[in-house]
């Protein structure tokens, strides 16, 4: 607030303002059925990630040798596995680590993509063309293949998995940072700013980026929904989190070999995958049409 | 026009070099020797060392490094397999043609699917068909392919018994491999195509078309599509790419011997010349792609190849 005073000294202004562009993003979101039901879907999921505990009938490895492969009960929900444990209950504490990796590996790519765009846009010239190509040579490799090079080097893990995910994703947010960015910094109220002392710091952080937020916040939901998809790919091939983990990509990687037999073990890790995803796709579409309906596609 | 296509080619040269740094640092800075791993547990540390300088490991980062461009730039080599002791360019071109049919076949079905499904919930907007489409392209982009394969699987190989569920030699082995190669990019090409066609479909000159009695096939396929494809055009190119390297998956799932799995193998048993190799050919042929559609883009639109002509008529006319 205070910097936009410094702009718009009409305190009373500032905030109607502020609240129309959210209030009005708000509505049009409210609008958006496909939009809701996204994030629907989405509180679902954190609920049920934070209410693992208590959700869960049984813990993540309690093994029950005696009820290996039972196909789905009331018992077991959504049977049990090869080792006797209950599926529907390492789904729901694989909702957990989903949720971690998507959540954790967005916010590292978009500091370091947010970061890397602003020094690329502002300062423009020779630091811009150097990131620029960096990028360009991050985006030559397809992202799941880059995702799987840099595991490869760093071996399996949740840790690794997070740093692969995160940094084929790091391109994506520097060119739309950049050219946010490039849009913005002519404009007059970053003039006065300056004349007025202003540092690179503070006028980036105080005035450039609050006015790139839409394309960042739609670029961060999407990029968590491609997080889990790309995480689950990597356990799925035995290099991302490792068994007993209940990651879901994993959890499907062990059913493979029961494909035949016992396609539930197979049904539903999938299935939460794709609820996953679905949900933060239409909520991260809802959200792009909201906020700037120029960028619809 | 050539000296575009020139240019382009040029600013690949810079990006490949790049891309090869990278794959270069990711595997250099990995734990471990390679020479020990050639050799396996029972080589004695004499052994080891005649390796090291064969292989050339003692020449430090940069040595190391400018070997490995020159022998890639100069003979097309990319080292020797740990496991094979074959060349890791004989084995890719072996493995290539598998993973090129795979993306080919999956973006040709996609292209199909989404095109055809995109002119449809366009031009009948919000109908019953529009809004299948629609939730048929929003779970096409959610489902991950190796889960569809896997599903497809249960479906039509365990349950059916219609097609098998491994295997890349005839037809019947093509289906489901295509099919789960080519669901998401079909989401991605519809949305693209319905999108289009509806911002060309309200442009005045179809309504001017529609106005002198103009039959609505005609509207759609000679006035709207024509111009209405070009940005889908692009969209599909980078599919093909992103195919040729999301193939890993589909190729793992359904044992096809391509370049995808080849490298999933290479990664378990630490075969790193392999892997190298592997990034690299994928890359190269992911950035000679996105060339390619970034040519026959602007010959498609009319408004971009005029740039080039213009240009020329200029020059001429400065010659004379």
């Known amino acids: 607030m205070e910097q936009n005073g410094l702009l718009c000294p009409d305190g009373d202004e500032t905030s109607f303002k502020k609240g129309s562009l959210f209030n009005e993003t708000l509505l049009s979101l409210r609008q958006n059925r496909l939009a809701m039901l996204g994030m629907v879907i989405l509180v679902m999921l954190i609920l049920v990630a934070i209410f693992a505990d208590v959700i869960a009938p049984y813990s993540i490895d309690d093994q029950q040798l005696s009820s290996r492969f039972q196909q789905p009960s009331q018992a077991h929900l959504f049977g049990t596995d090869n080792l006797g444990r209950d599926i529907f209950s390492r789904i729901v504490y694989g909702s957990r680590i989903s949720l971690a990796i998507g959540a954790s590996a967005a916010t590292i790519s978009a500091l370091i993509g947010v970061l890397l765009g602003s020094i690329a846009g502002f300062y423009g010239g020779r630091v811009e063309n150097l990131i620029m190509r960096f990028t360009d040579i991050l985006m030559a490799i397809p992202s799941t293949l880059l995702a799987i090079s840099i595991i490869s080097a760093l071996g399996p893990g949740l840790t690794n998995t997070i740093i692969a995910v995160s940094i084929g994703a790091v391109p994506g947010y520097v060119r739309v940072v950049r050219a946010s960015i490039l849009s913005v910094k002519e404009q007059e109220y970053i003039e006065a700013a300056r004349s007025i002392g202003a540092e690179d710091g503070r006028i980036v952080c105080s005035h450039i980026l609050p006015n790139c937020f839409a394309p960042i916040l739609v670029q961060i939901t999407l990029g968590v929904a491609r997080a889990i998809q790309v995480a689950a790919a990597l356990s799925f091939i035995g290099l991302g989190v490792l068994p007993p983990n209940p990651e879901w990509g994993s959890m499907l990687s062990a059913a493979r070999p029961y494909i035949r037999e016992h396609w539930h073990m197979v049904v539903f890790p999938g299935l939460a995958i794709m609820a996953t995803i679905f949900g933060l796709n239409l909520f991260g579409d809802g959200l792009r049409d909201s906020l700037d309906p120029r960028l619809k596609t | ?320």
Not at chain 2, 59 to 65: A, L, N, S, V
Not at chain 2, 257 to 285: E, H, R, W
Not at chain 2, 286 to 306: E, K, Q, T, W
Request: aromatic share 10%; proline share 4%; hydrophobic share 50%.
């Open chain 2, 1 to 320: 026009m050539i000296r575009y296509i020139l240019k382009r080619i040029l600013m690949m040269i810079p990006v490949m070099l790049g891309v090869s740094f990278i794959v270069f640092c990711m595997i250099y800075f990995t734990p471990g020797d390679p020479a020990e791993y050639i050799l396996g547990v029972e080589a004695t540390p004499e052994s080891i060392a005649t390796l090291r300088e064969e292989l050339g490991f003692n020449k430090g980062f940069w040595g190391q490094f400018a070997d490995y461009v020159v022998r890639i730039v100069t003979k097309g080599d990319f080292g020797t397999s740990y496991t094979t002791r074959r060349s890791v360019t004989t084995e890719l071109l072996e493995r290539f043609p598998h993973t090129l049919r795979l993306a080919a076949m999956g973006v040709a079905l996609a292209t199909v699917v989404g095109i055809g499904a995109g002119i449809v919930a366009a031009t009948r907007q919000y109908s019953i068909f529009d809004n299948m489409a629609t939730v048929f392209a929003l779970t096409g982009i959610s489902m991950p392919n190796f889960w569809t394969g896997l599903m497809l699987i249960i479906v039509f190989s365990v349950y059916l018994g219609w097609l098998p569920s491994s295997g890349f030699a005839g037809p019947s082995q093509w289906i489901l491999p295509t099919v789960t190669t080519g669901l998401a990019s079909a989401a991605t090409i519809m949305r693209q195509t319905r999108s289009s066609v509806l911002e060309v479909i309200r442009q005045d000159y179809v309504a001017t078309a529609r106005a002198k009695g103009q039959t609505e096939p005609v509207i759609v396929f000679k006035h709207v599509l024509r111009n209405a494809l070009i940005p889908v055009l692009t969209v599909i190119g980078i599919q093909l790419g992103m195919l040729l390297g999301g193939a890993i998956m589909v190729e793992t799932i359904f044992s096809i011997p391509g370049i995808g799995k080849l490298m999933v193998d290479s990664i378990t048993v630490k075969n790193y010349p392999m892997v190298q190799g592997g990034v690299l050919f994928i890359a190269l042929s992911f950035s000679l792609v996105n060339l390619i559609v970034d040519i026959l883009y602007a010959f498609v639109d009319p408004r971009i190849r005029s740039q080039y002509s213009r240009k020329r008529v200029k020059k001429l006319k400065g010659g004379a």
